[in-house]
């Protein structure tokens, strides 16, 4: 009996119960972007994890196509093949929420004797991972992910060559050369 009251404790002191729990995309994926994040548009969209900080992408799209710091997130112009396309992206932040159990055993049972609660701040956990929503589209503004989409192989190579590019690369004035 002792025993199972001591495994008890250790599981209820040691555990956490998931809410929400963040993808892991291992290199990238292709789905419609709304079944993502609800709060982007209903196209289909290259989606890959972001590693580097903040704006890092802005910076090394800015760089690459020398736009200016003017519409950068949405049309860009890109040639594949001598097709124009138009990139748009968006930087997406999804977290893995938990509730942890300790913490929250620890202020009910200080509740219960009057006294104040110590650790309201540790009750959730959020671990935010940062990823990059990628859409494009042709000059007739059709979604060239779409599996329907003629030349769709073609759009897919480009995004697996910027993706990679762009994670390999620090410099973003190295990206402009590369162009």
């Not at 950068?72 to 159990?101: A, G």
Request: aromatic share 12%.
């Amino acid at each position: 009996m002792k025993l199972l009251l001591l495994l008890f404790s250790l599981l209820l002191f040691t555990s956490c119960i998931p809410i929400r729990i963040a993808p892991d995309i291992k290199e990238d994926k292709i789905m419609v972007a709304k079944k993502f994040k609800r709060k982007l548009p209903k196209k289909h969209s290259y989606i890959f994890e972001d590693p580097k900080d903040a704006d890092e992408f802005y910076n090394f799209i800015n760089t690459k196509y020398e736009l200016n710091h003017e519409d950068v997130e949405y049309n860009v112009p890109i040639l594949i093949n001598k097709n124009e396309y138009f990139l748009s992206f968006h930087e997406v932040e999804i977290t893995t929420k938990t509730i942890n159990l300790i913490p929250l055993a620890i202020d009910a049972g200080l509740q219960a004797n009057d006294y104040d609660p110590l650790l309201e701040d540790s009750h959730v956990t959020r671990i935010g991972n940062w990823y990059l929503v990628l859409t494009i589209a042709n000059s007739e503004l059709d979604d060239c992910l779409s599996p329907t989409y003629a030349n769709r192989e073609e759009v897919l190579m480009f995004l697996k060559k910027m993706r990679s590019e762009y994670l390999a690369t620090t410099n973003y004035f190295d990206a402009l050369f590369r162009k």
